[in-house]
């Protein structure tokens, strides 16, 4: 039987949702990435072989001789309690102090997104999001039929003076915002975090209009140089702020545990929500992370990280000076696992990505982070699943597909093109341009 008969059968029973349903392109591109031959900087995977097999050894052989039936069993919606002091000491890490009350476990951080959207979000409702945002909500925002509206951002992160007209333009509408949701630490896709000031205004923003906002903070603790910023939660206190934390990236994704903080109304929403959805997260990776921090060398392992992750974020950054063209801009993260670079305006990444693919490398294309077409110039790049080796390759293969199409731009235009600078052979790192940058170009 055809596909399209398949469909013709089945269409008449979707729900109207499903017209505007999107797939992840992370996720589009898993069974690509994941044929050996492919060097993929497409995901956001953490390097899960650095976790010392004898500690998982150790670990499960504990659940297993002192809890193994409680780990088999179902488990309270909101989590184990002993689960939430571990996401205290996580938070605490970061000068949030948490009550168990105000916050529930979750199946990975990704279903903090789906719930909060699921309880807050009617068909039309407005979302406000960075663009570019994190590719893995778009997803989310579409199934829920959300209208996002996205803020530029710049290397300070989501500029809050656009916020600002925007909310200032819907107010004018009859429209308000549900929830804001940033990721102000190392975004994803951008590399780039937002100002202490920008971070003060948007939560004075969220009590001066009622908004709530969702942070999502997967990166925070992963930072290579800099000191640390404190979350917008911390700022706020939980009034307007809900929380999005993950074991994923200080731990392991396997596991699948995040958790969500959020004010005692909207928290009590989302674990009826969370009830509906699967009943409770795993007792047993729960059980397995208790076990784990019970040893107290969690912030060593993350530590261990940072130094690996630092090492090729470096070693990315050499080679997008030493291959990529002198027009290709690109941000320099001071933590997390992206670096979000941007080629000329004639280049569409989603095109550029099915060439890079018949070179066995693959990236996130821009595009897949906006939700009104833009970003079909820019490229997500991620440097922490790889090793240096591979990096290095991988970013080499990249450019040399970029290059041919630079000249072959230049080749019909007429118009020649440079594919190097002196600035980039000397490995200086193009950033994206600030407010003060933008202004004088636009005088200029």
């Not at 179902?74 to 916050?103: F, N, Q, S, W």
């Not at 407005?126 to 959300?146: C, D, K, R």
């Not at 990166?219 to 404190?230: I, T, V």
């Not at 591979?390 to 199409?405: C, D, F, L, P, Y």
Request: glycine share 8%.
């Amino acid at each position: 039987m055809s596909i399209s008969r398949d469909l013709e059968r089945y269409a008449g029973l979707f729900a109207s949702r499903t017209k505007v349903m999107k797939s992840s392109a992370m996720r589009d591109l898993m069974a690509v990435t994941a044929r050996p031959e492919v060097i993929s900087l497409a995901g956001g995977l953490p390097d899960t072989s650095t976790f010392p097999p004898d500690t998982f050894a150790a670990v499960a052989q504990r659940v297993a001789a002192e809890s193994c039936a409680q780990a088999l069993q179902y488990g309270p919606t909101e989590g184990l309690g002993e689960t939430k002091d571990c996401i205290a000491e996580v938070m605490a890490a970061e000068g949030m102090p948490l009550d168990r009350e105000d916050a529930i476990v979750t199946t990975g951080g990704q279903q903090v997104i789906d719930l909060v959207t699921k309880t807050l979000i009617d068909p039309g409702n407005v979302v406000i999001a960075e663009g570019p945002t994190y590719p893995g909500a778009v997803p989310v925002f579409l199934a829920y039929q959300a209208e996002v509206v996205q803020i530029e951002m710049d290397t300070a992160g989501m500029r809050v003076d656009l916020l600002e007209e925007a909310l200032d333009r819907l107010d004018r509408e009859g429209r308000r915002p549900k929830f804001i949701y940033t990721v102000p630490t190392f975004q994803n896709p951008a590399g780039v975090s937002m100002s202490l000031s920008r971070r003060r205004r948007l939560v004075e923003i969220a009590h001066e209009r009622e908004l709530l906002v969702l942070e999502d903070n997967p990166y925070g603790l992963l930072r290579y140089e800099g000191d640390g910023l404190p979350p917008l939660y911390a700022l706020d206190g939980g009034v307007y702020v809900m929380y999005l934390g993950t074991f994923s990236k200080i731990l392991a994704p396997g596991i699948r545990l995040g958790w969500v903080a959020a004010p005692p109304p909207v928290l009590e929403k989302i674990g009826v929500a969370k009830q509906g959805t699967d009943l409770c997260t795993s007792t047993l990776s729960q059980l397995i992370v208790q076990a784990y921090f019970e040893r107290g060398d969690w912030r060593e392992y993350v530590d261990s990280l940072t130094d690996v992750y630092r090492k090729r974020r470096d070693t990315m950054l050499d080679a997008l000076a030493e291959h990529f063209p002198r027009q290709a801009e690109w941000t320099r993260p001071s933590g997390g696992l992206f670096i979000w670079a941007t080629l000329p305006d004639f280049i569409d990444t989603t095109d550029l990505l099915a060439r890079a693919l018949r070179d066995n490398v693959a990236f996130v294309p821009g595009e897949a982070a906006f939700l009104d077409g833009r970003g079909r110039s820019s490229m997500r790049l991620n440097f922490s699943g790889s090793d240096e080796e591979s990096i290095r390759e991988g970013i080499r293969r990249i450019g040399e597909v970029v290059t041919e199409q630079v000249e072959l731009y230049g080749t019909l235009t007429g118009e020649r093109q440079a594919v190097s600078s002196p600035a980039q052979e000397a490995g200086e790192v193009v950033q994206l341009p600030t407010p003060a940058q933008r202004a004088r170009r636009a005088k200029g």
